[in-house]
């Protein structure tokens, strides 16, 4: 075991079984459909003094709180609200996660390593850049040896097999585990815990934007394929088509 | 498999070995034609493997697991977050804060959030939520939509014949309001969590309790973590038990454990057997010429015959942007089991009254639901020791009206009242050690409620009897006729636009479970669906559900069938545990949080 706090990021997204429709109206989209909580790939339980954090709307309490059934020791939700939150992405979130990691003297930052919203696969990387902290990205299997962490993470080509200096970020891939299910006595349990309150203004993080949306649409309707009966047609469609 | 030309001749010997060995295991049976179609349920391999049907006590693989639960006290646990549930737990703290006693009220609900199983028309009448909440309006109610316009219709294939609404008609809708029924649960969840009601959605109740007495003791939660064959998984955890002087049972039409007390306390000795009909229902975003906001439209006739209760309903709701609720309600004592409630959906929206709406629109939402048509005389005993029935469970659908919101949540109120004192009191004078509460029964007796299921008792039984007068046929699962009495139906193809399949329909509904867990369609018996639903009235079930989760599909050995249940589909309406002809479906509670993300529906 580690001695040492372990800082591991939850984000609020959208329910992967429902469909996400998009009706656009003055350049912002709308969604019509809300979100759900989904608690991705939290790793617990090996080590000690875990904390927890969620940028975002104040919606998010109830994740913070499932989290902390699932075994986290305190809850910390740092609120972002009106056009900040608009304009949150990974940037942003990683900026409050580094001041947050120091604030608190953390050993491990453990990370999502892609949300099923923006799927930037960003948070992680940024965060240990701006710390200056190595980075363990797509784990599949975290094993702590003295004072460093071995990582073996899914790659393209396979597994790949690192071994990382502490104070660390970790991405967790699908593979690390099957999270445990917070159970209804964890919940009641987890209703009396403190979820500590902060603005990012309090960790003296800066959000503006460097991004900005010029329109959202859905991709483009796949059209019908067309078929040619022999080479020199289908060189022939694609002149027309202006491709060669 | 295996590109044959990677291997030595050595090894293309030895697969062509294999292939004939394999060839003459699967020799002709010596069945004849009927056995072998009766018999193939011996190849088929178990469907159900929950624990309900197959005790675990007896089961090899659960030995040595910790099976004993955690316990914790509640002066009273509601099972159930919808209107009756919902307006019960804030009505209890609202005369705890008052009288300023402590009351620990917590409620489960097997959605993950409040209002995701949420599913009705709907046209509320106000009455109950006035009465709740005098200050709903600024407490923020989602009551949007005043009715403007109240239209009925009798369809033929191609025409419509209007009807008008004069005042006096239960289905006048005026000083009633459209609702996204969904946000308005959800609204109540967050008054009674401001209230101080423990809620705990993503949790169901599996199981009744009782104490030694025979008197109801509480609920236990759902268990988590139990694979597919039934086997215990590594993340297996029980429930938990809630223990509560009483409990009520809001579970909304033909809840599970509802079911089970009525068998355990014979509480439908002295009523008529309840009747349903399953509702179907679609969000739609349309074209803003089209859009009339306040504007209800209900219809009986085309496509359904003179024998099959049912109608539909469109509302245009007014929330900012041209949104129409519409739907297509089937009474569930249909005689024809070729009929299919999803596609006489489908092919009423092609009626030119319907289409005329729907043009240049597009769909956002789907969900189907079960409901109540006993009305009156369909009233079971409603509490018995240690708890009491509330909402749509019992059933205090008003049918004519189509409405039962207002109902349920005036039964969860007067359930409170009724509750509160015996609660709180200091001694409490009982023979059980779970309350007795027929001052509910009593309070509800003497309510507006009452009155009005009492005025409308006749009009739904009427329908049958050829002069009009009241009949009751009995349970719905009796009313099918054998398949070959009755002639399949020709449902004409989805055109996408307007109609669509049930799979894209399924998927809108944003319904999922855990699918490592299960099927929580249980059957009592394995062989009988198709050694009698198909033999018989040709499988009905792949044709009543509104999720596609029954399937009859070929062996892959052999002749016959074998029924796939694909539970993942499941959008808990319950239809399948009402209609089935031999009552061999129990649907039973799934792990909590799976099911429907119904949004505002």
Redesign the interface.
Known sequence: TMSGRVIVGVKRVIDYAVKVILFCCCNRPIYVLIFYPVVTHLTLCLLANVSQLTPGDCCTRETIRTALAMGADRGIHVEVTGKDYETLGPLQISKILAALAKKEDAQLVILGKQAIDDDCNQTGQMTAALLDWPQGTFASEVTLEGDKIKVVREIDGGLETIKINTPAVVTADLRLNTPRYATLPNIMKAKKKKIASMKPADLGVDLTSRLEVLSVEEPPQRQAGVKVETVADLVAKLKELGRI | MFPASRYSCQARRCIRALKIVQAEHITPQLYTALHRRTCSSVSTSRITTHYTIHPRDKDPRWEGVEMDR?V?EADVVIVGGGPAGLSAAIRLKQLANKHEKELRVCL?EKA??IG?HTLSGACLEPTAVFELFPDWKERGAPLNTSVTEDVFSILTETRRIPVPMLPGLPMRNHGNYIVKLGNVVRWLGEQAEELGV?L?PG?AAAEVLFHDDGSVKGIA?ND??IAKDGSP???F?R??ELHAKITLFGEGCHGHLAKQLYKHFNLRENCEPQTYAIGLKELW?IDEKKWRPGRVEHSVGWPLNRNTYGGSFLYHLNEG?PLVALGFVVGLDYTNPYLNPFREFQRWKHHPFVARTLEGG?R?GYGARALNEGGFQSIPKLTFPGGLLIGCSPGFMNVPKIKGTHTAMKSGMLAAEAVFPKVTAESVDSETAGLHVPEYAEALKNSWVWKELYAVRNIRPSFHNYFGLGEYLGADYNQLKPAKDCTPIEYPKPDGKISFDLLSSV??S???HEGDQPPHLTLKNDDVPVSRNLAIYDGPEQRFCPAGVYEYVPLETGDGMRLQINAQNCVHCKTCDIKDPSQNINWVVPEGGGGP?Y?GL
């Open positions: 955690f914790d489960v993950s959030q995701a423990e705990y949790y939660t988590v973590g998984k590594d993340v955890e429930g938990m975003m942007e597009h956002i998927a809108l944003g319904t999922n993300a949004n």
